[in-house]
């Protein structure tokens, strides 16, 4: 049995900005898992907003007791034990549930998302995201997503108006907007998503920062699109309160842990009469085809960080324009390039 890791850099096509950060590299984590001669992958890529980088993923790693994963099938048994390590940590955690899971299906034959009972056809289109920019750069941005069915835009600074007229100027696509936290008081927001309402956006990802739910609540009750929450999603007991503010979550791996408590949120969210959106950070083609397995489960998708990259070290599940091809290969499906 062994474990290893390496870092690799992801390197952005265009810089990527978003409310809080502007990024052209994002360092992730890959991982490799070898054990009856099957050989399983994963990837944590760490984000700054959960207090993670890969300094702190390889701590993490360090610290766990390699005969805890001889069993991968004991999928809740190692959960459990992970979070025993030390809270938080998502993206690290979320590697090692992605290793186990693909070495799982690869030692059975199945390709995860027939393991998880989903039919691969019926994943929902995938977004494309559009980060914040200028005007002129935006236009360009929407004009090469040309084929994409639906776009993400990414507002939250001032120039928000300025972003969606730009987009406007050469495309009737419905689009998904996310503020990533960016709008600070409730009477701003409401403004902001009345207006964006008028311009065929069909829902509201994070307005306001993640601690004020109250004000979420407040607004909620006085906008006609749906709030989701993403930001504010953190683990499966927070699901009955978010239930309270916002219409949907967004479960991405690498916030939420892996491939086991997205399922279990997926449940609770629905137990919860909410709608769930999947969504990911800048990730290799491991973790995006991860995600992709449970994609046929939920209402929308996000799954565009390996497009958003131009060297991707894998190949796995394919995004054509937006529709969300998945492989028959056992387990993730994913095979190392070169
Ligand atoms: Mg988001």
């Known amino acids: 049995m062994k474990f290893d890791y390496w870092r690799y850099d992801l390197k952005l096509k265009h810089t990527f900005t978003i409310s809080r950060s502007s990024r052209d590299v994002v360092p992730v984590v890959l991982v490799r898992f070898e054990k009856d001669g099957i050989t399983a992958y994963g990837e944590a890529s760490p984000n700054a907003r959960y207090n993670e980088n890969p300094d702190s993923v390889e701590a993490f790693f360090k610290k766990v007791d390699l005969d805890k994963l001889s ?82 835009i990414k507002v939250g600074l001032p120039n928000d108006e300025e972003i969606i007229k730009a987009v406007r100027s050469v495309t009737n696509k419905p689009l998904r907007v996310d503020a990533n936290e960016g709008w600070k008081s409730k009477e701003e927001a409401l403004e902001r998503i009345n207006w964006l309402a008028s311009q065929n956006v069909e829902f509201i990802e994070q307005p306001m920062p993640a601690a004020q739910i109250e004000d979420v609540r407040w607004l909620r009750e006085r906008v006609r699109i749906p709030i989701v929450a993403d930001e504010a999603v ?26 086991l408590k997205a399922r279990k949120m997926i449940y609770a969210a629905r137990a919860n009469k ?19 397995q449970i994609s046929p489960l939920v209402d929308w998708n996000d799954l565009d960080g390996n497009v958003l990259i131009s060297n991707d070290p894998f190949k796995g599940a394919v995004n054509e324009d937006g529709k969300i091809i998945l492989n028959d290969e056992p387990g993730l499906g994913v095979a190392p390039l070169g």
Not at 90 to 97: E, L, N, P, V, Y
Not at 275 to 286: A, D, N, P, R, T
């Open 71 to 152: 069993d991968p099938f004991k999928l809740e048994y190692i959960n459990d034990y992970l979070d025993s390590i030390a809270p938080h940590n998502a993206s690290a955690k979320a590697a090692i549930d992605i290793v186990m899971h693909d070495w799982i299906g690869k030692r059975l034959g199945v390709p995860l998302y027939k393991f998880f009972g989903g039919e691969k056809e019926k994943a929902p289109v995938s977004t494309f995201t559009i980060g914040i920019d200028t005007p002129e750069v935006i236009v360009e941005k929407v004009k090469e997503a040309a084929n994409y069915p639906v776009l993400k």
């Open 234 to 259: 953190g683990s499966l007991y927070d699901m009955s309160t978010l239930a309270t503010a916002y219409d949907g979550i967004n479960i991405k791996l690498q916030k939420n842990g892996g491939l």
């Open 274 to 292: 909410m709608k769930i959106m999947l969504g990911c950070m800048i990730e290799s083609s491991v973790g995006i085809t991860a995600a992709a």
